[in-house]
């Protein structure tokens, strides 16, 4: 509402009484300050200062803009600190879980290059249990990716479910059908995937025959392979990819809840750790849509 400039030239009027004074310690035109102070007049409607060709005094409601001002001043600073050009600089080394590169990752890593242009983003896309094993041979500097189970390192970003995601038709039904009895068929990362674990440790609990139908290292195989048909993806329900719907059957047991993490080494730069979790923040948690699931197969 009211300009930063201009609240800065009251102040230094009031502090000094004196439009020439204040202007020689602003380092610009006397006109200038004056102007300054009446568009600040206007803007307030009511009058600041009483002068005339000899002295300069405040008005009560000057008296009162002093404090505003300087409360205002002191919150433009702080906002212009916080939001204005990063001075990180350097590297970083970043490993991120596969499972957030299509949906998720592009905003976090747009808001992080806009507040930190400075720094080049060394990016590494693996599975969870990997990117740990890199970190801890300090091959990375930072990992954003699922927990690994049982453990409680890295701070919690958010939690989430994993479910079992299949081909959707265009009316969003699942497009696979199974016998009753056949084994279910699997679409899974490789190990160390964590979702793999959880899903093969859940249907061996349950007593359900399984078949792996297709392993890939990358989401896109993953995706590409479950869109085709071959089998059932477990994966987080908040990250669902395109073409893929949640599933439900009799015989496909609840996979529990998994972690996303941030993680980074004691010796890891605080600021790039810092600057890393502002955008993640700033981006927010993946939207909890309503994935309630489909009818069975």
Known sequence: MYDPTHLRSFLAVAQALSFTRAAGRLDVGQSTVSAHVRRL??????????????TVELTVDGEAMIGFAREILDA???AQRHFGASTVRGKLRLGVSEDLISTYLPAVLQTFRRRNP????????????????LLDARGLDLVFAKRLTGQNRGSVIWRDRLIWLGAAEPGGQPAARRRPGDPVPLVVYPPPSISRAQALAALSAAGQPWQVACTSGSLGG????????????????????????PVAAPELPPLGEVAFILLSRPDTEPAVRDAVSSAIAAVGPPSGDDLTERPRL
């Open 222 to 245: 993953l995706v590409a392979a479950t869109r085709a048909g071959l089998g059932l993806l477990p994966h987080s329900a908040r990250l669902v990819p395109a073409g893929l719907t």
């Open 118 to 133: 400075l720094v080049e983003v060394e990016l590494t896309v693996a599975l969870s249990g990997t990117l740990h094993q």
């Open 76 to 78: 433009h600073d702080r």
């Open 41 to 54: 007049e206007e803007a307030v409607g009511r009058p600041l200062l009483l002068r005339d060709t000899h």
